[in-house]
């Protein structure tokens, strides 16, 4: 800025932020003004980030070199989702192809920077109150749960695919020691509801909580961000928007580690379908749930 390569967009002088009782050594925070980054400038056509344009990637602050990865180190490794925030990713929504989990791929290389939850050291997920899954268990669920949302070719409409998934995790939960291996159960429990469910008790009670899963969510948001909530617009996601929307919660989810059970987790899913459902458009509702909404909230995590 001193020599003039980079300008914050507008009339900003002060573009950056710094607390006074902070260390001498604590990085400044980049300025915001209404609720964007004072070096977005919305009057460019190539590439709104006047940092990136002026310094290149490496020059952005950390959280926007991770945009749009929403990721978990685990002893597994890294698993990666994606903010459907970002007009690309969103469009990945639209793929046709049933969802898979990729290992290694080379979009994401193995040696690149991923920064978001680390449970590298932390227990696996609870199952319920006072009792833990084992990690092979978690994986297999995940893995899954992405398949049984939208991995069919002809899957079913992503309600049904939400209220067999509750099935499941309702069986699941009821396991106890000695009574096979947790892993066995698991698979076993995702073969039972693959057919002839009766969905309609879960239908029933999402039709009485969708209002306040939404309500939860908003309430959130800190307050100083409660200006970035956009309005729904009304939007009707299609079908396959919203199932692959769906899968990408399912994966990757913080709150299978920071949500009291996997019953938090699911929560979260609903969550994310309420939101569609209230008329938000997929990149609102990842707005909310990926970058607005606090983890500590309550519910332990939305998405």
């Not at 939007?235 to 059970?261: Q, V």
Request: proline fraction near 7%.
């Amino acid at each position: 800025m001193a020599n003039g390569t980079l300008h914050a967009a507008g009339s900003h002088t002060q573009p950056f932020v710094t607390t006074d009782a902070a260390p001498a050594d604590t990085p400044a925070l980049l300025g915001v003004d209404e609720h964007r980054c004072v070096f977005y400038d919305l009057d460019r056509r190539d590439g709104r980030c006047r940092i990136h344009a002026a310094l290149g990637h490496e020059a952005l602050p950390l959280a926007c070199r991770q945009f749009p990865r929403v990721s978990v180190r685990d002893p597994r490794g890294v698993s990666i989702t994606l903010s459907h925030y970002c007009p690309t990713a969103l469009l990945l929504l639209d793929d046709p192809r049933p969802v898979t989990i990729v290992t290694n791929p080379p979009a994401f290389p193995a040696d690149g920077e991923y920064v978001g939850l680390d449970a590298t050291t932390s227990l696996p997920p609870l199952l319920r109150a006072n009792l833990l899954m084992d990690w092979d268990s978690w994986w297999r669920f995940e893995a899954l749960a992405v398949e049984s949302i939208a991995g069919e070719t002809a899957p079913a409409p992503p309600s049904d695919g939400l209220a067999r998934l509750h099935a499941v995790v309702e069986h699941v939960r009821t396991w106890r020691p000695g009574e096979g291996a947790l892993n066995t159960v698991v698979a076993g429990a995702f073969e039972r509801t693959s057919a002839g469910l009766d969905t309609s008790l879960w239908h029933a009670r999402f039709a009485e909580e969708k209002t306040s899963l939404v309500n939860e969510a908003l309430d959130a948001i800190p307050a100083d961000l409660r200006g970035s909530v956009p309005q729904r617009d009304g939007t009707i996601t299609p079908a396959r928007r919203e199932r692959n929307f769906l899968a990408a919660h399912a994966f990757a989810n913080w709150s299978a580690h920071t949500g009291r059970d996997l019953r938090a987790w699911f929560r979260s899913l609903e969550t994310a379908w309420a939101l569609l459902q209230a008329g938000y458009s997929v990149r609102q509702a990842d707005l909310v749930l990926r970058h607005l909404s606090d983890y500590s909230a309550p519910m332990n995590g939305y998405g």
